[in-house]
Protein backbone atom coordinates (compact mmCIF):
# COMPACT_ATOMS: atom_id res chain seq x y z
CA UNK A 1 0.00 0.00 0.00
CA UNK A 2 2.84 2.48 0.58
CA UNK A 3 4.84 1.76 -2.41
CA UNK A 4 1.54 2.38 -4.62
CA UNK A 5 1.37 6.15 -2.64
CA UNK A 6 4.88 6.41 -3.17
CA UNK A 7 4.67 6.04 -6.70
CA UNK A 8 1.37 8.47 -7.07
CA UNK A 9 3.63 10.95 -4.91
CA UNK A 10 6.46 10.54 -7.34
CA UNK A 11 4.42 11.09 -10.29
CA UNK A 12 2.37 13.96 -9.00
CA UNK A 13 5.80 15.74 -8.01
CA UNK A 14 7.48 14.65 -11.76
CA UNK A 15 4.21 16.65 -13.41
CA UNK A 16 4.21 19.14 -11.21
CA UNK A 17 7.96 19.52 -12.16
CA UNK A 18 8.03 19.19 -15.64
CA UNK A 19 7.77 22.22 -17.87
CA UNK A 20 7.40 23.44 -21.40
CA UNK A 21 10.79 24.10 -22.70
CA UNK A 22 10.58 26.04 -25.91
CA UNK A 23 13.72 26.43 -28.54
CA UNK A 24 13.95 28.82 -31.22
CA UNK A 25 16.87 27.42 -33.48
CA UNK A 26 18.96 29.61 -35.90
CA UNK A 27 20.65 26.97 -37.73
CA UNK A 28 24.33 26.76 -39.27
CA UNK A 29 26.11 24.78 -40.94
CA UNK A 30 28.58 24.88 -38.27
CA UNK A 31 26.62 25.32 -35.24
CA UNK A 32 23.06 26.60 -34.34
CA UNK A 33 22.20 29.83 -31.74
CA UNK A 34 19.48 29.01 -29.97
CA UNK A 35 17.32 30.99 -27.78
CA UNK A 36 15.46 28.88 -24.79
CA UNK A 37 12.40 30.07 -22.60
CA UNK A 38 11.09 28.12 -20.01
CA UNK A 39 7.34 27.43 -19.27
CA UNK A 40 5.75 31.28 -19.48
CA UNK A 41 9.03 33.21 -18.22
CA UNK A 42 11.04 35.32 -19.98
CA UNK A 43 13.41 34.00 -23.14
CA UNK A 44 16.85 33.48 -21.77
CA UNK A 45 19.58 34.80 -24.14
CA UNK A 46 20.85 33.08 -26.90
CA UNK A 47 23.83 31.11 -26.45
CA UNK A 48 25.86 29.49 -29.96
CA UNK A 49 26.55 25.93 -29.69
CA UNK A 50 27.41 22.76 -31.83
CA UNK A 51 24.28 20.83 -33.26
CA UNK A 52 25.82 17.91 -31.03
CA UNK A 53 25.36 19.87 -27.94
CA UNK A 54 22.15 20.86 -28.80
CA UNK A 55 21.00 17.53 -29.10
CA UNK A 56 22.34 16.39 -25.86
CA UNK A 57 21.13 19.18 -23.93
CA UNK A 58 17.30 17.95 -25.92
CA UNK A 59 18.11 14.95 -24.59
CA UNK A 60 19.20 15.69 -21.07
CA UNK A 61 15.16 17.92 -20.97
CA UNK A 62 13.50 14.48 -21.82
CA UNK A 63 15.61 12.64 -19.86
CA UNK A 64 14.34 14.68 -16.95
CA UNK A 65 10.73 14.92 -18.28
CA UNK A 66 10.08 17.88 -19.72
CA UNK A 67 8.16 18.63 -22.86
CA UNK A 68 10.46 20.19 -25.56
CA UNK A 69 9.39 22.46 -28.33
CA UNK A 70 11.41 23.89 -30.90
CA UNK A 71 11.80 25.62 -34.15
CA UNK A 72 13.86 26.44 -37.00
CA UNK A 73 13.97 27.91 -40.53
CA UNK A 74 14.15 25.98 -43.61
CA UNK A 75 17.20 26.31 -45.63
CA UNK A 76 20.36 24.44 -47.21
CA UNK A 77 20.57 22.42 -43.94
CA UNK A 78 18.07 20.05 -44.56
CA UNK A 79 15.70 17.84 -42.67
CA UNK A 80 18.59 16.18 -40.46
CA UNK A 81 18.56 18.28 -37.57
CA UNK A 82 14.92 17.73 -37.15
CA UNK A 83 14.82 14.19 -37.99
CA UNK A 84 17.45 13.70 -34.77
CA UNK A 85 15.14 16.30 -32.51
CA UNK A 86 12.17 13.82 -33.19
CA UNK A 87 13.75 10.55 -32.65
CA UNK A 88 15.29 11.83 -29.15
CA UNK A 89 11.28 13.00 -28.41
CA UNK A 90 11.05 16.39 -29.24
CA UNK A 91 8.61 18.74 -30.85
CA UNK A 92 10.32 20.38 -33.81
CA UNK A 93 8.83 22.72 -36.59
CA UNK A 94 10.95 23.87 -39.67
CA UNK A 95 9.79 27.30 -40.68
CA UNK A 96 9.00 29.16 -43.66
CA UNK A 97 12.30 31.53 -43.80
CA UNK A 98 10.87 35.06 -43.69
CA UNK A 99 12.99 38.79 -42.54
CA UNK A 100 12.54 38.61 -38.77
CA UNK A 101 12.43 42.33 -38.23
CA UNK A 102 8.59 43.18 -38.08
CA UNK A 103 9.65 47.03 -36.54
CA UNK A 104 12.31 47.34 -39.84
CA UNK A 105 14.62 48.70 -37.65
CA UNK A 106 17.12 46.96 -40.28
CA UNK A 107 19.15 45.06 -38.01
CA UNK A 108 19.92 41.56 -38.04
CA UNK A 109 21.88 38.96 -35.94
CA UNK A 110 21.74 35.08 -35.51
CA UNK A 111 20.53 36.24 -31.71
CA UNK A 112 18.04 38.24 -32.89
CA UNK A 113 16.84 35.69 -35.28
CA UNK A 114 16.82 32.84 -32.59
CA UNK A 115 14.86 35.52 -30.35
CA UNK A 116 12.14 36.06 -32.78
CA UNK A 117 11.88 32.56 -33.76
CA UNK A 118 11.33 31.46 -30.08
CA UNK A 119 9.23 34.44 -29.59
CA UNK A 120 7.07 33.27 -32.96
CA UNK A 121 7.07 29.74 -31.26
CA UNK A 122 5.57 30.70 -28.19
CA UNK A 123 2.60 32.40 -30.28
CA UNK A 124 1.97 29.53 -32.33
CA UNK A 125 1.43 27.30 -29.29
CA UNK A 126 -1.00 30.18 -27.84
CA UNK A 127 -3.01 29.30 -31.01
CA UNK A 128 -1.71 32.08 -33.37
CA UNK A 129 -1.16 30.39 -36.50
CA UNK A 130 -0.11 33.03 -38.44
CA UNK A 131 3.24 33.25 -36.13
CA UNK A 132 4.67 31.42 -38.89
CA UNK A 133 4.03 29.05 -41.84
CA UNK A 134 5.13 25.39 -41.19
CA UNK A 135 7.09 23.44 -44.14
CA UNK A 136 5.73 19.86 -44.84
CA UNK A 137 8.93 17.87 -43.60
CA UNK A 138 8.94 14.99 -46.51
CA UNK A 139 9.87 11.56 -45.43
CA UNK A 140 13.27 10.30 -46.00
CA UNK A 141 12.30 7.74 -49.31
CA UNK A 142 9.73 11.15 -50.75
CA UNK A 143 13.50 13.57 -50.29
CA UNK A 144 15.48 10.96 -52.44
CA UNK A 145 12.83 10.40 -54.84
CA UNK A 146 12.37 14.72 -55.20
CA UNK A 147 16.06 15.25 -55.25
CA UNK A 148 16.25 12.75 -59.00
CA UNK A 149 14.02 15.51 -60.18
CA UNK A 150 15.67 18.29 -58.53
CA UNK A 151 18.81 17.59 -59.94
CA UNK A 152 17.64 16.75 -63.22
CA UNK A 153 15.80 20.55 -63.70
CA UNK A 154 19.58 21.61 -62.31
CA UNK A 155 21.00 19.83 -65.00
CA UNK A 156 18.72 21.63 -67.33
CA UNK A 157 19.35 25.20 -66.21
CA UNK A 158 23.37 24.55 -66.82
CA UNK A 159 22.70 23.66 -70.25
CA UNK A 160 20.72 26.95 -70.50
CA UNK A 161 23.92 28.53 -69.12
CA UNK A 162 26.04 27.05 -71.51
CA UNK A 163 24.06 27.54 -74.70
CA UNK A 164 23.43 31.28 -73.76
CA UNK A 165 27.01 32.22 -72.62
CA UNK A 166 28.26 30.36 -76.26
CA UNK A 167 25.68 32.42 -78.28
CA UNK A 168 26.65 35.31 -76.47
CA UNK A 169 30.49 34.88 -76.99
CA UNK A 170 29.14 34.72 -81.20
CA UNK A 171 27.04 37.67 -80.93
CA UNK A 172 29.26 39.30 -79.52
CA UNK A 173 31.19 39.11 -82.88
CA UNK A 174 28.65 39.75 -84.80
CA UNK A 175 27.49 36.26 -85.78
CA UNK A 176 23.53 34.95 -84.95
CA UNK A 177 24.19 31.18 -83.71
CA UNK A 178 21.16 28.97 -85.53
CA UNK A 179 19.00 27.40 -83.32
CA UNK A 180 20.50 24.56 -81.06
CA UNK A 181 23.55 25.26 -82.43
CA UNK A 182 25.82 22.57 -80.59
CA UNK A 183 24.03 19.88 -81.70
CA UNK A 184 26.94 17.93 -83.21
CA UNK A 185 25.36 17.97 -86.92
CA UNK A 186 24.78 21.67 -86.92
CA UNK A 187 28.11 22.60 -85.15
CA UNK A 188 30.12 20.34 -87.86
CA UNK A 189 28.43 22.20 -90.68
CA UNK A 190 28.21 25.61 -89.16
CA UNK A 191 31.26 26.43 -87.37
CA UNK A 192 33.60 26.18 -89.85
CA UNK A 193 31.92 30.14 -90.43
CA UNK A 194 33.69 31.24 -87.53
CA UNK A 195 37.29 32.48 -86.98
CA UNK A 196 39.79 30.42 -85.20
CA UNK A 197 39.97 32.18 -82.01
CA UNK A 198 36.31 32.26 -81.49
CA UNK A 199 35.78 28.47 -82.63
CA UNK A 200 37.71 27.33 -79.79
CA UNK A 201 36.21 29.92 -76.86
CA UNK A 202 32.22 28.39 -78.40
CA UNK A 203 33.93 24.94 -78.82
CA UNK A 204 34.42 24.98 -74.67
CA UNK A 205 30.88 25.62 -73.83
CA UNK A 206 29.82 23.41 -77.14
CA UNK A 207 31.26 20.42 -75.59
CA UNK A 208 30.24 21.04 -72.02
CA UNK A 209 26.43 21.36 -73.62
CA UNK A 210 26.51 17.92 -75.23
CA UNK A 211 27.85 16.41 -72.13
CA UNK A 212 25.04 17.69 -70.17
CA UNK A 213 22.13 17.38 -72.65
CA UNK A 214 23.80 13.48 -72.53
CA UNK A 215 23.45 13.37 -68.30
CA UNK A 216 19.96 15.38 -68.51
CA UNK A 217 18.88 11.72 -71.16
CA UNK A 218 20.36 9.83 -68.16
CA UNK A 219 17.91 11.56 -65.04
CA UNK A 220 14.95 12.12 -67.39
CA UNK A 221 15.01 7.93 -67.73
CA UNK A 222 14.89 7.70 -64.06
CA UNK A 223 12.08 10.15 -63.30
CA UNK A 224 10.25 8.99 -65.47
CA UNK A 225 10.95 4.90 -64.03
CA UNK A 226 8.40 6.18 -61.05
CA UNK A 227 5.93 6.57 -63.25
CA UNK A 228 4.53 3.47 -64.50
CA UNK A 229 1.42 2.78 -63.86
CA UNK A 230 0.41 6.41 -62.82
CA UNK A 231 -2.58 8.31 -64.45
CA UNK A 232 -1.46 9.99 -67.04
CA UNK A 233 -2.83 12.96 -68.95
CA UNK A 234 -2.78 14.08 -72.43
CA UNK A 235 -0.70 16.67 -73.34
CA UNK A 236 1.32 17.01 -69.63
CA UNK A 237 3.25 13.61 -69.90
CA UNK A 238 4.64 11.07 -67.63
CA UNK A 239 7.35 13.26 -66.90
CA UNK A 240 5.80 16.25 -65.70
CA UNK A 241 3.16 14.03 -64.29
CA UNK A 242 5.91 12.65 -61.53
CA UNK A 243 7.65 15.95 -61.10
CA UNK A 244 4.53 17.41 -59.94
CA UNK A 245 4.13 14.55 -57.79
CA UNK A 246 7.67 14.95 -56.17
CA UNK A 247 6.83 18.30 -55.30
CA UNK A 248 3.83 18.02 -53.80
CA UNK A 249 4.87 14.93 -51.86
CA UNK A 250 1.21 13.80 -51.07
CA UNK A 251 -2.30 15.55 -52.79
CA UNK A 252 -4.07 14.04 -49.68
CA UNK A 253 -2.06 17.03 -47.83
CA UNK A 254 -4.01 19.79 -48.93
CA UNK A 255 -7.77 20.00 -47.37
CA UNK A 256 -9.68 22.61 -50.14
CA UNK A 257 -9.03 24.22 -53.31
CA UNK A 258 -7.73 27.12 -51.49
CA UNK A 259 -4.59 25.71 -49.92
CA UNK A 260 -3.85 24.66 -53.38
CA UNK A 261 -4.14 27.76 -54.85
CA UNK A 262 -1.97 29.22 -52.85
CA UNK A 263 0.56 26.65 -52.76
CA UNK A 264 1.15 27.39 -56.29
CA UNK A 265 1.75 30.60 -55.79
CA UNK A 266 -0.51 31.80 -58.58
CA UNK A 267 -3.30 33.71 -56.42
CA UNK A 268 -3.03 36.73 -57.41
CA UNK A 269 -1.65 39.53 -54.74
CA UNK A 270 -4.20 41.82 -53.01
CA UNK A 271 -4.27 45.43 -51.82
CA UNK A 272 -7.27 46.59 -50.38
CA UNK A 273 -7.75 49.47 -47.86
CA UNK A 274 -11.22 51.20 -46.92
CA UNK A 275 -13.86 50.57 -49.79
CA UNK A 276 -10.71 50.19 -52.69
CA UNK A 277 -9.91 46.80 -53.46
CA UNK A 278 -6.74 45.88 -56.36
CA UNK A 279 -5.62 43.15 -57.20
CA UNK A 280 -1.79 42.74 -58.59
CA UNK A 281 0.16 39.79 -59.90
CA UNK A 282 0.70 36.37 -59.02
CA UNK A 283 1.38 35.97 -55.15
CA UNK A 284 4.52 33.72 -56.02
CA UNK A 285 4.37 32.79 -52.51
CA UNK A 286 4.64 29.02 -52.78
CA UNK A 287 6.77 26.21 -54.75
CA UNK A 288 8.05 27.60 -57.68
CA UNK A 289 9.15 24.95 -59.01
CA UNK A 290 5.14 23.66 -59.67
CA UNK A 291 4.19 27.14 -60.51
CA UNK A 292 6.71 26.46 -63.72
CA UNK A 293 5.37 23.04 -64.40
CA UNK A 294 2.25 24.31 -64.19
CA UNK A 295 2.14 27.10 -66.53
CA UNK A 296 4.58 24.66 -69.10
CA UNK A 297 1.76 22.51 -68.88
CA UNK A 298 -1.09 24.52 -69.42
CA UNK A 299 0.73 26.02 -72.68
CA UNK A 300 1.01 22.24 -74.06
CA UNK A 301 -2.51 21.47 -73.00
CA UNK A 302 -3.56 24.74 -75.82
CA UNK A 303 -2.31 22.29 -78.25
CA UNK A 304 -2.72 18.92 -77.23
CA UNK A 305 -6.30 19.45 -75.57
CA UNK A 306 -7.89 22.48 -76.48
CA UNK A 307 -11.38 21.87 -75.56
CA UNK A 308 -9.99 21.84 -71.37
CA UNK A 309 -12.97 24.47 -69.92
CA UNK A 310 -10.66 26.62 -68.11
CA UNK A 311 -8.56 27.59 -71.81
CA UNK A 312 -11.87 29.25 -72.92
CA UNK A 313 -10.29 32.88 -71.75
CA UNK A 314 -6.94 32.00 -73.22
CA UNK A 315 -8.40 31.00 -76.43
CA UNK A 316 -10.17 34.25 -76.56
CA UNK A 317 -7.30 36.88 -75.02
CA UNK A 318 -5.87 39.25 -77.53
CA UNK A 319 -2.49 40.31 -77.03
CA UNK A 320 1.00 39.04 -74.96
CA UNK A 321 -0.30 40.85 -71.83
CA UNK A 322 -3.83 39.07 -71.83
CA UNK A 323 -2.54 35.81 -73.07
CA UNK A 324 -0.05 35.58 -69.76
CA UNK A 325 -2.74 36.34 -67.41
CA UNK A 326 -5.31 34.06 -68.91
CA UNK A 327 -2.29 31.07 -68.35
CA UNK A 328 -1.87 31.90 -65.08
CA UNK A 329 -5.21 31.51 -64.44
CA UNK A 330 -5.38 28.31 -66.23
CA UNK A 331 -2.72 26.80 -64.93
CA UNK A 332 -4.05 27.24 -60.86
CA UNK A 333 -7.26 25.68 -62.14
CA UNK A 334 -5.44 22.80 -63.42
CA UNK A 335 -3.42 22.55 -59.83
CA UNK A 336 -7.01 22.30 -58.34
CA UNK A 337 -8.08 19.93 -60.88
CA UNK A 338 -4.97 17.64 -60.74
CA UNK A 339 -5.41 17.32 -56.36
CA UNK A 340 -9.06 16.29 -57.74
CA UNK A 341 -8.02 14.03 -59.60
CA UNK A 342 -5.08 12.47 -57.46
CA UNK A 343 -7.42 12.48 -54.25
CA UNK A 344 -10.04 10.68 -56.26
CA UNK A 345 -13.02 13.65 -55.94
CA UNK A 346 -13.56 13.29 -59.76
CA UNK A 347 -12.59 11.56 -62.96
CA UNK A 348 -10.83 13.38 -65.30
CA UNK A 349 -13.61 13.19 -68.38
CA UNK A 350 -16.07 14.92 -65.64
CA UNK A 351 -13.83 17.82 -65.44
CA UNK A 352 -12.79 17.67 -69.57
CA UNK A 353 -9.60 16.12 -69.53
CA UNK A 354 -8.37 12.97 -71.45
CA UNK A 355 -6.26 10.45 -69.82
CA UNK A 356 -3.94 7.78 -71.00
CA UNK A 357 -1.99 4.99 -69.16
CA UNK A 358 2.03 5.89 -68.99
CA UNK A 359 4.01 3.52 -71.02
Request: overall charge positive.
Amino acid sequence: MNNNKDQVEQKRVAVETAMMVKLGIDLHAEDAVVCRQDGDQLPKPAVRMEVEDLLERVRELIAAGHRVESCYEAGPCGYTLHRGLIKLGANNRVVVPRRWDPEGKRVKTDRRDAQELCDALDRWLRGNKSAFSVVRVPTEQQEERRAVGRQRAMLVKELHRCVVRGHGLMLTAGVRAPARWWRPLIWIEWSTTLSAELRKRVETWQRQALQLEKEIAQWTKRVEAFGKHHLVLKGIGTLTTVLLEMEVLDWNRFTGRRQVGGYTGLCPSEYSTGLRRRQGSISKHGNPRMRHLLVEATWRLLKWQPDYPPLSKLHAAIGARARKRAVVAAARHLAIDLWRIHTHRCKPEQIGLQPRLSA
